[in-house]
């Protein structure tokens, strides 16, 4: 009886040790710093990035000091859109120009590909290199500054009206400070005549 659990509990396990592991989620408000490898004097470069609240998006991915075979992309090369994340990897960038790809195989950890290339004044192409990095969650605070809300087609009302306020203020002020300056002048005129 027990040589036949045991067979049952092999027969369990065995299958779930064959099935292939799934990539690890990548963090979300997750910030990303890495170096840049596969150029002979490794590390010959960094990478930063970010990856969306949702986790659905890689944000801002930026190379710096990437050597070429002509030239050195010196930073910041920052890719011009954000990647979207499907089923853990994003990429593939823009071909022959800004070409990144990665993925995330642990958590905190993700890794991929970058080449550049620029045709301007000659051809400069980095060759495709390998390229990890680490990340951790760095959430928004909360409280700090707010955007101000958008109240266009509205305003224009509003800020002829209280242009109008502000000079209705000045006249009066002005007249108010003429007449208190005028009431002064003439208790002076009084204040002499008595005293002579």
């Known amino acids: ?8 509990a092999v027969a369990a396990v065995v299958p779930l040790l064959s099935m292939s592991h799934a990539s690890a989620q990548p963090v979300a408000w997750g910030y990303y710093d890495g170096e840049i490898t596969g150029c002979g004097e490794s590390p010959c470069g960094t990478v930063h990035f970010r990856v969306s609240g949702d986790a659905s998006q890689v944000q801002g991915f930026t190379a710096y000091d990437v050597p070429g075979d002509v030239c050195e992309f010196t930073g910041p090369q920052v890719f011009p859109y954000d990647l979207d994340i499907v089923e853990n990897s994003f990429g593939p960038g823009i071909q022959d120009m800004y070409e990144v790809s990665g993925s995330f195989p642990s958590e905190g950890n993700a890794q991929g590909t970058l080449r550049l290339v620029v045709y301007k004044p000659e051809t400069c192409d980095s060759g495709t290199l390998g390229w990890t990095a680490t990340g951790a969650a760095h959430p928004p605070a ?55």
């Open 142 to 196: 909360v409280g700090g500054i707010a955007e101000l809300p958008d109240v266009s087609g509205s305003s224009a009302p509003n800020h002829l009206a209280l242009a109008g306020l502000a000079a209705a203020a000045l006249i009066a002020l002005t007249a108010g400070g003429w007449y208190a300056r005028r009431r002064f002048s003439q208790g002076l005129i009084r204040l002499r005549r008595r005293l002579r």
């Open 1 to 8: 009886m027990r040589i036949l659990g045991l067979g049952v």
